[in-house]
């Protein structure tokens, strides 16, 4: 399965392409409870795979939210300042003009309004944020597991221990 480009993807079928992508990936890696060392290595390898993809998607989602963010808290102020000089508004017609202007009006140099654009990479960071936070979880319990081992080695006694 191809992944889009998280960059690029339309809110359509891309984005659930980009969703089912990460999904089948992370629901793929299952850690056992009966580790072994080549188990955890090989583990490890499918982890560190989908990890290090996720993250520049996962990075990129969180720059894109953060950019329309501070570009909404513009256009809020300006569109406030706007309506605030309009004679006769009430200070709650006033906030429902803003709201529906950053409903309705594209930023300038976009295609969209600026609250879809805001909402887009808001869901995507999240999403992108459990996927980072489910691989590091397994992650957790592989080092859970590689320190297990190793105890389990020092009882039998096929390993020196480090207290030297």
Not at 48 to 56: K, L, Q, T
Request: glycine fraction near 6%; proline fraction near 4%; aromatic fraction near 8%.
């Amino acid at each position: 399965m191809e992944k889009p480009d998280i960059r690029k993807a339309n809110d359509g079928k891309e984005w659930r392409l980009i969703e089912k992508y990460y999904q089948k990936k992370v629901k793929a890696i299952r850690v056992p409870h009966d580790l072994s060392p080549r188990g955890i290595l090989r583990i490890n390898a499918k982890i560190d795979r989908v990890y290090s993809e996720a993250r520049f998607d996962a990075a990129f989602a969180r720059e894109r939210y953060e950019f329309f963010k501070e570009k909404y808290m513009l256009a809020k102020k300006q569109a406030n300042l706007h309506f605030k000089q309009v004679k006769g508004i009430t200070a709650e017609d006033r906030e429902a003009l803003v709201l529906t202007h950053l409903e309705t009006t594209p930023l300038p140099g976009f295609n969209e309004p600026i609250l879809t654009l805001v909402e887009r990479w808001r869901k995507r960071k999240i999403f992108m944020d459990a996927v980072i936070d489910t691989l590091l979880q397994k992650s957790g319990m592989m080092i859970n597991g590689n320190g297990a081992l190793k105890l389990d080695a020092q009882g039998r006694g096929d390993v020196e221990g480090d207290d030297e």
